[in-house]
Every structure is written in C-alpha cells, then in structure tokens.
C-alpha cells in the first residue's frame, strides 16, 4: 500500500501527505500499529520532500514525539482541526508548524480553542471547514 500511495504522490498535483497521525478516541486501531504506520507515512513524505497534514485526536503527546523524532517538522507540518492545548500550539509554532482550526471555534464552551487562537500569531493560523464534519454554530450535526 505504501508503494501506490508514494507512486500517486510523485503526481504534480500533489502538494502534501496527509491526513496522518494518530486517533486515540475510538482505538478501532491498536496504538502500536497507528504509530507504525505514522512513521511510515512520515518518512514517505520527507523521501518525497513533501510537507504532512496531521490529524490528532486524543494522541497529543505521542504525536509530538513522534514528528519530533523522525524530524518532521524540516518538511513542514500542518496539525489539521487541532484541538490541543495552548501550549503545546506554541511548541508547534515554535517548531515552525501551522495550526488549523475548524467550526468547534464557534462553540461557546470551546475555550481551549480559543485560548490557542488568541495566543498564536495570526501567520501560524489556518481557518478550514473540514466539511461535512466540525460544522460551525448554527450549522452544528449538520452537513
């Protein structure tokens, strides 16, 4: 599978590997087997010289230690609909990574996304809709 996924990358149009990482919330995929096959993908996308998309969800610290250790964040990482905290945000951007942020910023009790849109700069911030999934208010549960 690896190798069609890095023949399909080699195509003009392809600007990135993604969406990779880890989701810890269902586990419908042993831990051990998601981080393989991060690291795999990761290691793809600097062979290839392409920047990552990184989805995480639940998995903060492991996904941090991991793009640290297979030096990831030299091609360029974006954390996709991140959800973490402001601190960590900042280890990102310090690393040179872009957050994203999607339509749980609307929701009033979504502090801690607030708190990492008011404590980024602006330059490491990207609004997405990640549709037909994280709608904002009103449009919530909604596609």
């Known amino acids: ?3 069609l996924i890095r023949e ?3 195509k003009d149009k392809v600007k990135a590997i993604g969406e990779i990482g880890l989701d810890y919330h269902y586990d419908f995929s ?3 087997i998601q981080k393989k096959w991060f690291r795999e993908q990761i290691r793809l996308a600097k062979e290839l010289n392409l920047p990552i998309i990184v989805h995480c969800r639940e998995a903060n ?3 941090m230690n991991i793009l640290k250790e297979e030096k990831a964040f030299e ?3 974006l954390m996709h609909c ?3 905290s402001l601190e960590m945000a900042k280890e990102y951007v310090r690393r040179g990574a872009y957050i994203s942020i999607a339509g749980p910023v609307t929701f009033t009790n979504a502090r801690k996304t607030h708190e990492v849109v008011a404590g980024i700069p602006l330059d490491y911030l990207m609004i997405e809709t990640d549709s037909p ?4 208010h009103p449009f919530r549960g909604k596609r």
């Open 8 to 10: 399909l990358a080699k």
């Open 30 to 32: 042993p831990r051990d």
């Open 82 to 84: 991140y959800s973490g």
């Open 133 to 136: 999934y994280l709608t904002p």
């Open 75 to 77: 091609n360029g990482v």
């Open 61 to 63: 610290n492991d996904v």
């Open 1 to 3: 599978m690896l190798n």
